[in-house]
C-alpha cells in the first residue's frame, strides 16, 4: 500500500476517495484508522484544517463501520437460524450408513450432498453477491470480497453410525479472513457462535477456555494429569502423545475446538484438516480468548487464497487454551508448518 496516497485520499475531505481508501483495508487497519481519526479530530496541537479534514473523514467511515457492523449482526442471526434449520432437515437421516469413500478415505453421504446444496442455496438467496466455499461443490477460492464456508456434516461418520456427536458448520470470511462463525451439534443442544471483536458464546452464555497456572517457584505452566486432550484417530494410530494428558476422541475437528472453546479440554489435535471443518471454530476459538496453530507456513490458513483448490490442501490443526498452553503442545509434540497436501 502507498501510505502517502492513503492518507491523501482519507484528508482529501471527497467522499469517493475516503470510501476507496477505506475499502482497501482489512479489517484490524480499519480499526486502527478509525481510532486514530477519532483522535486527531480532539487533538488540540492538530491543525484546525487537519481536525476538519479528519472530522469528515470520521464521518464517512463511521457511516461505513456502522453498516458493515449491522451487516455482520444480520449475517449472524441468519447462520445461527440457518444451521438450525440445516440440522431439522438431517435428524431423518441420521444414523443411516448409505456413504460411500471418496478419494481421501474420508466418508460422504447423501445427506451432505443435500443438505450442502440446500445450504449454498439458502445463502446466495439472501446473499447473492457472496461467494460460497463448500467440501462438496466449489472447493476453490474466487477472491470475493464475503464468502462463506459450509460443512453441512461435521463428523459424518459418527452422522451415519448414530454416534451422537457431529454438527452443522458455518463461517463466513471478509477478505479471506474469517469474521463469524457458528457451529451447532444437534444432538447435544449445543450451539457455539462468534462475531470477531464480541466474543464467542455457547447458546445464549459466553465462554472461554480453561485456566492454568504457572509454578509459583519455577514458571512452568501446570497442565494437570488430570486434564483432558482433545484428538483425531490419526493422532492415536502414530502412538502415544508426549502429553501429560487424558485423551480423548468426539471423532469431529469442530467439536473438538469446541471442546477448546468452552474449557472441556486443554487442547486438541486433528491430523487431516481441510478449511471447511474448522472455519467456522476459527473465531469461535479465538473470541473466547484460545489460540490455534495450523501447520502450515506462518500458522495460520487464513486469509484465503486467491484461485487455491482447498479440495487440494490439509494441514493438521493444534488448538489450546492460551498461547502459553499452544507453545508448550508445540515443543512436546514437535509440532512443524509444514503442509500436507493432497490430489
Known amino acids: 500500500m502507498d501510505l502517502e496516497q492513503f492518507w491523501g485520499d482519507i484528508f482529501s475531505e471527497e467522499s469517493a476517495r475516503i470510501r476507496a481508501a477505506w475499502q482497501s483495508l482489512e479489517d484490524a487497519e480499519r480499526a486502527s484508522v478509525h481510532r486514530l481519526l477519532e483522535t486527531i479530530v480532539v487533538d488540540a496541537e492538530r491543525s484546525k484544517a487537519q481536525r476538519v479534514a479528519a ?3 470520521l464521518r464517512v467511515v463511521s457511516e461505513a463501520y456502522r453498516a458493515t457492523a449491522q451487516q455482520l449482526e444480520d449475517a449472524l442471526t441468519f447462520a ?3 444451521t ?6 438431517l435428524r431423518a437421516a441420521f444414523g443411516q450408513l448409505d456413504g460411500r469413500l471418496k478419494d481421501d478415505g474420508s466418508l460422504v453421504t447423501q445427506a451432505d450432498v443435500e443438505t450442502d446444496r440446500w445450504l449454498s442455496a439458502a445463502i446466495h438467496e439472501r446473499y447473492p ?3 460460497i466455499l463448500s467440501e462438496e461443490q466449489d472447493t476453490v477460492f474466487r477472491g470475493q470480497e464475503w464468502c462463506w464456508v459450509i460443512d453441512p456434516i461435521d463428523g459424518t461418520t459418527n452422522f451415519a453410525e448414530g454416534f451422537p456427536v457431529w454438527g452443522v458448520l458455518v463461517a463466513l470470511l471478509h477478505q479471506g479472513q474469517p469474521v463469524l462463525g ?3 451439534f444437534p444432538p447435544l443442544g449445543e450451539q457455539y457462535y462468534a462475531l470477531r471483536g464480541q466474543g464467542a458464546w455457547l447458546n445464549e452464555r459466553p465462554i472461554q477456555p480453561a485456566a492454568l497456572r504457572t509454578d509459583p517457584r519455577t514458571g512452568a505452566l501446570m497442565i494437570g494429569e488430570t486434564r483432558l486432550f482433545a484428538c483425531c484417530t490419526r493422532t492415536l494410530r502414530q502412538g502415544r502423545l508426549n502429553l501429560p494428558l487424558k485423551l480423548r476422541v468426539p471423532g469431529t475437528t469442530g467439536y473438538n475446538l469446541a471442546l477448546v472453546a468452552k474449557g472441556t479440554c486443554v487442547g486438541s489435535l486433528d491430523k487431516v484438516v481441510h478449511v471447511w471443518d474448522m472455519a467456522a471454530m476459527w473465531p469461535i476459538v479465538l473470541e473466547a480468548g484460545g489460540a490455534l496453530r495450523a501447520s502450515i ?5 487464513f486469509p484465503l487464497q486467491r484461485g487455491q ?3 487440494a490442501l490439509t494441514f493438521s490443526l493444534l488448538a489450546a487454551c492460551c498461547h502459553a498452553a499452544l507453545a508448550e503442545f508445540e515443543h512436546r509434540l514437535a509440532f512443524s508448518d509444514q503442509a500436507v497436501r493432497t490430489t
Open 129 to 131: 453477491a457472496h461467494g
Open 80 to 82: 445461527r437460524r440457518l
Open 182 to 184: 457458528v457451529a451447532y
Open 297 to 301: 507456513p506462518g500458522g495460520t490458513p
Open 55 to 57: 472530522h469528515f473523514a
Open 309 to 311: 483448490d482447498y479440495k
Open 84 to 89: 438450525v434449520e440445516a440440522a431439522q432437515r
